[in-house]
């Protein structure tokens, strides 16, 4: 399936891959959606100060975590700046940072009607 | 003129008797005669005109008899001696019609002195005469002309006949005076009975119209008169009833039209009265049947309720009003919820914010000062949050939008996971916060464990913050089980400061706070309480308090749960079979509650325990009993607040060399590693967690069988548990180690071990995992393959240099898995060739990872029974 196609959220093979446990699911959210947002102010921050390899890291990071929740697009997009940060340039890493974040709010719009309401969360 | 001539001129002495004899019987017959009809009259037989009859048959049978056996002279005495003792009645009875017999008796006593043609013309002109003093006499109405003409032609008859027959004549007559007047007395009795059925007919209250077959009203009481307005004499002999309206009313609320078909049973109608008002009554229709079955009449009957009417619509009108009012009520009740419903979500979206930013910039560099003012709104942001979450929780059970979602519940586990998060949020107070949990409540039950969590949280919260020092003990018991349910029942017993009596009953209520001033210690929406009581009632429970002021308080609640099988892949725990048969425990905790909470989990299952308040007392206790060997199984010690371990209250357990080779566990609130106490075997968390306890005391200490059969294998690790059998060995646990810079990944690495039941430490970079390999011994290490600092393929390099220059800490080399989301040979050959054994690709998913951990445990376990081999082969390799 060509890397456009992939959907923005894959809950069923998530849950599956935890053994259908959605307790456990929402906690490993929980998780993910506090340390992404952060995650994004860590990779501009390495962005101002040249880190190259903080950002492929942090990339790498988002790419993983994004997969274990079923953020297939997301994680897909994460791995492509993986492996073009060294060849790109701040611009060019810039917006992808920023197409990174518009895509991580459809990813928690896509979480809602699941029953993982983003960012409230009760 | 001699009364009796014919006697006295009787020479014959024969004839005389004869005379005499017949004289006798007419005496007997008239006596009978007078009798037997008195008797009929005084019992006002109207048939007695029949019998009287035949009386007179015999009696003139007997006289014709006389007659013609004896003289005609006979006779005359006869006749005269009977009119003497009819005059005799006649003047005893106040009857008129015995005139009439009186005069008809003269025609045959005159008869014989009369003959031929006058004698003839004399009867019937005296019989005509009788006939008309009759008819004078006898004209009440209820003589009926058949009954006149029948008495006419009877009476024509005799006298022809007593025109042959004289003395017949008169009995007879004498007879049918007396069946005149019986008809006499019935005809008053009828009178009397007709009267009082008439003024019974115009006093009822009720009015009474009846009507001939052809709908003429032939009879009309005053009842009728004024409920109408009509008068008898405009309505009787009419076939129209003016009072039936002509049309049907158009009002639907109306009662139904009166008509005149409308019979049987009784209907609510409205008549229309002569002044044109309406008046509504109960009315009713009853035909009158003649004995042929046809109607003969009909019967209408209307009682007054117009007063009953007007207190119907009276009460129709108040009841409308007040459903009016109600309802309106209710609307601006639902109109409050909706709004505060909206309003709260309005508020939880900014503090969601709020929240979630303040612990943003918490991550960020800060002073001290900004730190500490960064927190404080977190703090209060997410004070807010829950008095939010409350109100909309209240609005929810209120409006009935709150629904239920049961699932399979372990009790047990909830309980610690409430008591646990209960007991980081104690605001530093010294309190013994434990909760028990009896033998009877069952290992798995149908809830809802978000709202049963809320619940319990709540009251268990409420007793933190109300007790300044001393102990906050939940107590969860069964009270009833039966067809597959339980009702349960949760105490929390604080000795807190109390509640009031007066103040108790508004405890439950909405937004009521026992504290209002403004100096007020405690702060709270005031919901907390009213929304359990509401859940625990959506439970199928209730909810109570019982409190002494400045003692503490117990609140308490009951729920009923369905008891269901655990769910498949999750065995439960057990805590009912008696795993510490045999082993004898001794605890050391200066907390009484805490004390008596772990003697009931230790002795429950099958365990001794020997208990002291600190070590010093055991200490002594051993010095005075003086043996060579002790007998326990385990040392349970409970660490003192603000006390280091190891500190001086540890070190002389630590010292006694008569317990140098018993495990010992320590009991604590603060997050501690073995590795960093010296000499203790584990750590036991608190607040006590049953299965954890028995558990802990499981795979550490040494049944005493086992203790004096085989020696103690001893390892050159300082914390290497003391291995005795191969089932302790079975029971004991992996170390795993897991090495993963990803907080994500970390996560789900963490929970798929716990739900395994296997414990595990964290590397945050290779380099930390190399540094903790170092000092520890571990089993299995997963590693992560791109770590800041240093990467898991060099960590793992770094380790298996280490196993080859300095001696294992264990008999067997460690088991290295990777995990990585490169899935390409070449990346898994680059694990292998830098000395990883495995590796587990990311995201990892839980079936992948039971099954490699099964694996590995599987051969680490083999291993370990044959140590040699498998380092051997670990260092070959």
């Known amino acids: ?122 | 003129m001699s009364l009796f001539p014919s006697l006295r001129t009787c020479s014959d002495p024969v004839e005389l008797m004869r005379a005499q004899v017949a004289l006798f019987i007419t005496f007997l017959g008239a006596g009978f005669s007078i009798v037997s009809g008195g008797i009929k009259l005084y019992r006002h037989e109207y048939a007695a005109g029949g019998i009287d009859l035949l009386t007179a048959f015999i009696l003139a049978l007997g006289l014709v008899l006389v007659r013609t056996v004896l003289d005609f002279r006979i006779w005359r005495e006869s006749g005269l001696i009977l009119m003497s003792v009819y005059f005799i009645y006649l003047f005893t009875s106040p009857n008129y019609e015995n005139s009439a017999a009186f005069w008809t008796l003269l025609i045959p006593l005159m008869a014989p002195y009369i003959s031929g043609l006058r004698r003839s013309l004399v009867i019937i002109v005296l019989t005509l005469c009788v006939v008309l003093i009759h008819f004078i006499w006898i004209s009440a109405p209820h003589y009926t002309l058949v009954f006149k003409i029948r008495f006419l032609a009877v009476y024509l008859l005799i006298s022809i006949l007593a025109h042959a027959y004289n003395t017949m004549q008169a009995i007879v007559l004498l007879s049918l005076n007396r069946e005149v007047s019986r008809t006499k007395e019935l005809h008053s009795e009828l009178e009397r009975e007709k009267e009082y059925l008439e003024r019974l007919y115009q006093t009822l209250p009720c009015a009474i119209i009846s009507r001939s077959a052809d709908g003429t009203i032939t009879r009309f009481n005053a009842e009728t008169e004024r409920l109408t307005g009509y008068s008898a004499e405009e309505v009787l002999n009419q076939s129209s009833q003016p009072w039936v309206p002509s049309e049907k009313s158009d009002n639907a609320d109306s009662p139904d039209d009166c008509t005149p078909e409308r019979t049987g049973s009784n209907i609510e109608c409205r008549i229309r009265r002569k002044d044109g008002t309406s008046l509504d009554v109960l009315g009713s229709s009853v035909p009158v049947f003649d004995k042929n079955g046809t109607t003969h009449t009909t019967v209408d009957l209307f009682f007054d309720i117009s007063e009953r009417k007007r207190l119907e619509n009276e009460l129709i009108i108040a009841r409308t009003r007040a459903e009016l009012e109600s309802s309106k009520a209710l609307d601006a009740s639902r109109a409050k919820s909706v709004f505060l419903m909206s309003m709260s979500h309005e508020l939880r979206t900014p503090i969601n914010g709020i929240v979630g930013m303040n612990s943003l910039l918490l991550d960020t560099p800060l002073t001290r000062e900004q730190h500490e003012f960064a927190e404080n709104i977190g703090r209060a942001s997410k004070n807010l949050l829950g008095i939010i979450n409350d109100v909309l929780d209240f609005i929810d059970v209120e409006t009935g939008s709150m629904v239920l979602t049961p699932v399979p519940v372990d009790l047990r586990d909830l309980i610690d996971g409430i008591m646990s998060a209960a007991a980081e949020n104690t605001e530093n107070k010294h309190l013994d916060i434990q909760a028990l949990v009896d033998a009877s409540v069952p290992p798995c039950c149908m809830a809802d464990p978000v709202r049963l969590r809320q619940i319990i949280s709540s009251l268990v919260s409420n007793a933190i913050k109300f007790t300044p020092s001393g102990e906050v003990f939940l107590s969860v018991r069964a009270a009833e089980e039966s067809d597959g349910n339980v009702s349960l029942r949760f105490d929390i017993i604080d000795t807190g400061i109390g509640i009031p009596a007066e103040k108790r009953q508004m405890l439950f209520k909405p937004f009521s706070q026992i504290e209002t001033s403004a100096a007020r210690t405690h702060y709270g929406s005031g919901l907390g309480l009213a929304l359990s009581r509401r859940l625990a009632e959506l439970l199928g429970g209730e909810i109570g308090v019982s409190s002494t002021s400045g003692k503490g308080s117990t609140f308490w609640f009951t729920i009923k749960l369905a008891v269901c099988p655990p769910p498949a892949g999750k065995p439960p725990l057990p805590v009912n079979a008696r795993l510490l048969q045999g082993i004898t425990i001794v605890l050391i905790t200066p907390h009484p509650l805490e004390r008596k909470v772990l003697i009931y989990h230790i002795e429950h299952a099958g365990g001794n325990t020997t208990t002291f308040s600190n070590t010093t007392d055991f200490i002594e206790h051993l010095r005075i009993s003086q043996t060579g060997t002790t007998p326990y199984n385990a040392i349970l010690v409970a660490d003192e607040e603000g006390k280091d371990v190891p500190a001086d209250w540890l070190l002389p357990v630590k010292l006694e060399t008569r317990l140098r080779n018993i495990p010992l566990l320590l009991l604590s609130a603060r997050q501690r590693n073995t590795m960093d106490e010296p000499g203790i075997s584990t750590i036991v968390s608190r607040p006590i967690r049953q299965y954890q306890l028995i558990t802990s005391i499981l795979k550490n200490c040494r049944k005493p069988e086992e203790a004096s059969q085989k020696p103690v294998v001893t390892t050159k690790h300082p914390h290497a548990e003391p291995l005795g059998t191969e089932d302790l060995l079975e029971m004991k646990p992996l170390r795993i180690l897991v090495a993963e810079d990803n907080a994500v990944n970390r996560k789900v690495v963490e929970r798929y071990l716990q739900k395994a039941g296997y414990d595990a430490e964290f590397a945050k970079n290779g380099a930390e995992a190399v540094a903790m390999h170092q000092k520890s011994h571990y089993d299995l290490i997963l590693m992560d393959c791109l770590m800041p600092e240093m990467s898991g393929y060099d960590a793992t390099r770094a380790i298996r240099y280490d196993e080859k220059q300095t001696p294992p800490l264990s008999s067997v080399a460690t088991v290295i898995c990777a995990l990585t989301a490169n899935t390409s040979q070449e990346d898994k050959n680059r694990c292998l060739e830098c000395g990883m054994d495995d590796f587990l690709n990311k995201p990892v998913s839980w079936k992948n990872f039971t099954a490699t951990l099964k694996k590995w445990e599987e051969t680490i376990r083999t291993r370990k029974k044959r140590p040699s081999s498998a380092t051997e082969k670990s260092n070959n390799a």
């Open chain 1, 1 to 122: 399936m060509p890397k456009s196609e992939l959907p923005v959220l894959d809950l069923a093979t998530a849950l599956e891959a935890m053994d259908n446990d959605r307790e456990m699911y929402g906690e490993i959210l929980s998780m993910y959606l506090t340390s992404t947002i952060s995650l994004f102010t860590e990779m501009e921050t390495q962005l101002r100060e040249n880190d190259t390899d903080g950002l492929i890291r942090s990339a790498h990071t988002l790419k993983s975590s994004s997969r274990t929740i079923g953020g297939l697009n997301l994680g897909a997009s994460a791995e492509k700046l993986e492996h073009t940060v060294p060849s790109y340039s701040p611009d060019e890493i810039l917006e992808s940072i920023s197409s990174l974040r518009s895509q991580f709010i459809k990813l928690c719009a896509a979480l809602s009607p699941e029953g993982f309401p983003v960012p409230l969360q009760r």
